[in-house]
């Protein structure tokens, strides 16, 4: 299967099973059209009809060298991600979501997370807590010496004096069971000050900073408790961290667009300017027929905006404005090992989330949805049925991904966003659907143009090294 298109005024095609990417001639492109699996070394000469503007040795030529790299297995390839079936799938748990606070300083209208809530009581996780959840992590991660832990909310800043335990227990216990753990955090900032900002930065190897954009726009949405704007009292706050910040240790300043502002390239462009070099503006996945819904008539406004934003990132290449888009990286090089290109980010199977009662659930989407709770740390019951469910999904179980050129690279999107606009696990979400093809065409386009100014030669995305991996460490 391959995948072509142009943007640009460029050619650009995707082996899909391989991953290579090329960029090709007008010739090739066309000629792509006619080609298959079935290709052979002889010139096909049924094709030379459509071919009558172009002289038959070019056309010949490209043919060669197309009939190369598909007897390479670079071009057509086969899918081999079947073969993985009897990979193991039921992994250690790696990564761990702690929702150190059910409850938050702002009043979002969009959040999924009932303002911080989750639709249940109001709370604080205690250190006792988090401290078994850490002891579960370690417990449950097998051989995996790298552990993740993200401190979630809610605001996590509303309880900042058990984050600071919880890193200092973890830290002291990391060295005895050979475990490095590599801590996140995601805050609206409205908490922040100069002593929270330092120990981010030093414990801290990820922060996603939440803002969304212009302040008009930030603060249509994104009101304090009391109803006042918090862009004013955020932005100097988000300002200092990302100045104290070291170069080794990453950020992103994360928005989220919605339908009053579906130019959301004005507020990537807003952020970049106020200097922030890394940034994610998402779309807003809520139910439909809200004010600020985006529905299937937007989508292809939508598209437009991400090839906007494609231009203006590669006209700002290798100047000193430019900038990173979460959504427009892939790495052209190196990409996640075969397994985790066909099952996901691992949700409910190598990455939980645990409540500040103790509660553990698939990930921190599924909070509060009682069917898919997995146990309990405080009595220390675990419902694995749900971890089997969770490591046994597949993007080849997805029907409606098994003929798309995106398959491994968005695996079929979020699985709570399936489960609850889909119906199921195995239901792609449409909106998110049509908008991460357009982003995967957008970011392959612009990393392979900057490999391309770099004068860096082409390499596919996965290595053949890592193609028969069956899970990265």
Request: proline share 2%; net charge positive; aromatic share 10%.
């Amino acid at each position: 299967m391959i995948h072509k298109y142009r943007l640009n005024e460029t050619n650009f095609v995707i082996d899909v099973n391989s991953s290579c990417v090329y960029i090709v001639d007008d010739i090739a492109y066309r000629m792509l059209d006619y080609l298959d699996e079935n290709m052979t070394q002889e010139f096909p000469l049924n094709i030379l009809p459509n071919f009558k503007d172009v002289q038959r040795n070019k056309l010949e030529e490209c043919y060669r060298d197309l009939y190369e790299l598909k007897n390479s297995h670079k071009l057509f390839s086969k899918d081999i991600s079947g073969l993985l079936s009897s990979a193991k799938k039921d992994l250690p748990i790696k990564s761990l979501c702690l929702n150190v606070a059910h409850d938050c300083n702002l009043r979002c209208k969009y959040c999924f997370a009932s303002t911080g809530g989750f639709g249940q009581k109001r709370s604080l996780m205690s250190f006792e807590v988090g401290k078994k959840a850490i002891d579960f992590l370690i417990k449950n991660s097998g051989h995996r010496c790298n552990l993740e832990v993200d401190f979630f909310g809610g605001e996590p800043l509303m309880n900042f004096d058990v984050i600071s335990k919880i890193v200092e227990y973890s830290r002291e216990i990391e060295k005895e069971f050979k475990k490095n753990f590599r801590f996140t955090i995601t805050t609206n900032g409205l908490l922040l000050n100069s002593e929270k900002i330092d120990f981010i930065n030093q414990e801290m190897s990820n922060v996603v900073l939440s803002l969304d954009g212009r302040q008009a726009i930030n603060d249509n949405l994104r009101v304090m408790t009391s109803g006042e704007s918090s862009y004013n009292k955020i932005l100097p706050l988000f300002k200092e961290l990302v100045d104290k910040r070291s170069s080794d240790k990453s950020y992103y300043v994360r928005g989220t667009f919605t339908k009053h502002n579906l130019d959301f390239t004005e507020d990537v462009l807003h952020l970049a300017n106020l200097g922030f070099k890394y940034i994610s503006v998402e779309p807003v996945v809520c139910k439909e027929g809200l004010n600020y819904s985006i529905n299937d008539s937007d989508i292809a406004q939508i598209k437009n905006e991400y090839e906007k934003l494609f231009e203006i990132m590669i006209k700002r290449h290798g100047t000193d404005s430019e900038f990173s888009f979460f959504h427009f990286f892939v790495d052209l090089d190196m990409g996640p090992c075969a397994i985790k290109r066909t099952r996901g980010c691992g949700s409910g199977n190598e990455y939980i989330c645990v409540t500040p009662e103790g509660d553990i659930y698939p990930c921190h989407q599924f909070v509060g949805k009682n069917k898919w709770k997995m146990g309990n740390l405080l009595n220390k019951i675990l419902i694995k049925n749900i971890k089997t469910i969770f490591s046994e999904i597949d993007v080849n179980l997805k029907d409606d991904c098994k003929n798309c050129f995106a398959k491994f690279h968005c695996t079929g999107g979020c699985n709570a966003n399936n489960l609850e606009y889909g119906g199921s696990l195995l239901k792609v979400h449409k909106i998110f659907c049509a908008l991460q093809k357009k982003r995967l065409e957008c970011a392959v386009a612009l990393q392979s143009l900057k490999k391309l100014s770099n004068n860096c030669e082409y390499k596919s995305f996965l290595k053949s090294a890592n193609t028969h991996k069956a899970y990265c460490e």
